[in-house]
Structure formats: C-alpha cells, structure tokens
C-alpha cells in the first residue's frame, strides 16, 4: 500500500484538470513502484506558496512510502522516472522536484485497525 504525498505549486486549469494529473500520477506511480494501482493512497495538493531554490518557480515537493521494495537502487530509478514525469506532464525541471523515498517498515503501517506485519502474518497462518 504505497503512500504519497505530493504538493506543487504549479496550478492547473480546473479541479477536473488537476483530477486527471492525479489519475495518470497514480498509474505511473503503480507502474513506476511496481505495486497494483489499487492499493495507492495519493494525497495531491496544490500550494502557490511552496518555494524550491530560494524562489516559486514550478516545483513539486513529494514523500513516497512503500514497503519492501524502497532502497537506493529503486530510489534512483525512481527519481528519474517522477521528475520526468513532472516535467512532462507539469513543466517542472527536474532540479526543481524534490522526492523523499521511505519504507517505514510494516510494523509502523496502520490499516483496517492494526498493522501491516499484522496483517502479514495472519495471512501466512491462513495459507
């Protein structure tokens, strides 16, 4: 269940506009991170007041969560893949995108009232 939280200052023409960058985000992120697009958690916002480099010019700040497949190899692959994709699809240079990637480990994920290693094992136990 990979979670992202983007911001950008980049505003786009209408709520429905910034919906579809949403979707497609999800979809590239699912094929990008390797996980269903059904298990994303996004949450995307937009901030005129987010500053990258000391001004305000287009910029995406984001954190990306997954669990077990995050480490530097993926965290390389992975950058290039977003900020391409941000400048693509929102004109933002790629020095100006700015991603944390993160595996919190499943012991500090919290879904359906418990958590991830919870969940895990019991799943185990039942195969």
């Known amino acids: 269940m990979p979670l992202i939280w983007l ?13 579809t960058f949403v979707c497609d985000f999800r979809r590239f992120a699912a094929q990008t991170i390797g996980k269903d697009e059904n298990v994303f958690i996004i949450d995307c916002q937009y901030n005129p007041f987010l500053t990258c480099r000391g001004g305000f010019e287009p910029s995406v700040l984001g954190q990306i969560m997954s669990l077990s497949n995050t480490n530097p190899e993926n965290s390389i692959i992975w950058s290039k893949a ?23 480990g499943p012991d500090y994920i919290s879904m359906k009232g418990t958590t991830a290693s919870v969940i895990r094992a019991n799943a185990a136990k039942q195969s």
């Open 7 to 19: 911001t950008t200052n980049v505003k786009l023409e209408s709520d429905d506009a910034f919906r």
């Open 82 to 104: 977003f900020s391409d994709f941000f400048e693509e699809k929102l004109g933002v240079p790629p020095e100006r995108t700015v991603l944390a990637f993160l595996d919190p």
